[in-house]
Every structure is written in C-alpha cells, then in structure tokens.
C-alpha cells in the first residue's frame, strides 16, 4: 500500500528568467507544460499531485483533485502566470519542503538562473523525498545566434550591456554556460 500511495509535487519557477524565449522555446511555458505532463500521468495512475510554481515563495495553483479534469483547469491557471521578479530558492524550497507530509517525488523545473548555493540548501531540504531537478534553458540561451555589436539585456535587472559578440567572446560565452550547467548537475549530485 505504501508502495501505491507516491504524491508527485511540481515546483515551477516563474521568476522573470523564466520569461526568457519566444513560441516554443519559451521557458516558463516548457517548464509548465513539463509540470503539466508529471501531472497528467500522476492523475492517469489515480495518485495525487501538487502543483505549484515559486519565486520568492511557493503558490499552490491546484485545488487538490488530483484529475485529468483538474489537469486542463491548471493549464488556464498557469496562462495567467507572469514570470517576474527574483527566484529565492531557499527560502521557497525549503518553505515547501515543510509542507509535504507523506512520501513523495518533488519535481522541480527551473533554469537555475540566481544563487546556487541557496539552489543547492533549497534541494537539500526536499532530501528526505525524491527529487528531479529538471534545468530549462532557451537553445538562444545556449548559444546566441547574435553577432557583431550586440546590447545584451538583463530580463531579471533589466540591465543592459552593449558588446561585440563574436569569435573569442562568442567561445568564451558557450564555456561559461556549459560550466553553468556543469555546475548545476554537479551540486543537484551532492
């Protein structure tokens, strides 16, 4: 019975790095349609989810029904969902973390985008459960296709920064962020 008896919780940053993309590279939308698919097949196996997104702090979005039918209702749920602001993740991880009172997956979907020693306290205090840390990154993210003098801007800060993005700084970039998500999996590890 114990075996049977798994609550899925789905935790979606909607920090305005999530707001990153366009169409189908959108972060918070392939994120949350991530989450919506852990939800789905929670729902089909008649088991319960949660479904929440954070910055700051967890919101809960479901109302505890743990259906297909509740399923679509999240989907209009998340549509008013605007990423903004800063992701606190240890503050609203571990504040979820004291929330769950049975055994179960927690789900977490973020780009990682903030501080990764408060990413890594945050997972850690969902330690007693099994965790998936799902990193979204956009593929312009990943690797710019910009090129020449180029402003940069800050989707967080709205800071902006105007360079030439090409040959060695272009390099230069593809290695800080493969050392960025390197850095990721090495403390979701630990």
Same mark, same amino acid.
């Given at each position: ?93 571990? !504040?979820?973390?004291?929330?769950? $009172?049975? /055994? &179960?997956? =927690?789900?977490? %979907?973020?780009?990682?985008?903030? *501080? ?53 700084? !272009?390099?230069?970039?593809?290695? $800080?962020? /493969? &050392?960025? =998500?390197?850095? %990721?999996?090495?403390?979701?590890? *630990?």
């Amino acid at each position: 019975e114990e075996e049977r008896n798994l609550t899925v919780h789905v935790l979606v940053d909607a920090s305005a790095s999530m707001g990153f993309g366009e169409g189908d590279q959108h972060k918070f939308e392939f994120g949350a349609k991530l989450g919506l698919g852990y939800a789905y097949l929670v729902a089909e196996a008649h088991d319960d989810f949660r479904y929440s997104v954070f910055r700051e702090r967890p919101e809960r979005l479901d109302a505890g029904k743990s259906t297909r039918g509740e399923v679509l209702e999240l989907v209009d749920r998340l549509n008013g969902v605007e990423p903004a602001g800063e992701a606190d993740f240890e503050a609203a991880l571990s !504040a979820y973390a004291a929330s769950i $009172r049975s /055994r &179960s997956l =927690v789900v977490v %979907v973020t780009d990682c985008i903030g *501080d990764l020693d408060g990413l890594e306290t945050g997972l850690a205090s969902l330690s007693r459960n099994e965790v998936v840390l799902a990193q979204v990154l956009s593929p312009d993210e990943l690797d710019p296709g910009a090129t020449g003098d180029t402003i940069f801007e800050d989707v967080e800060s709205e800071a902006t920064r105007r360079t030439y993005f090409g040959g060695r700084q !272009a390099e230069r970039y593809r290695g $800080r962020v /493969r &050392s960025f =998500v390197d850095d %990721v999996e090495s403390r979701a590890h *630990d």
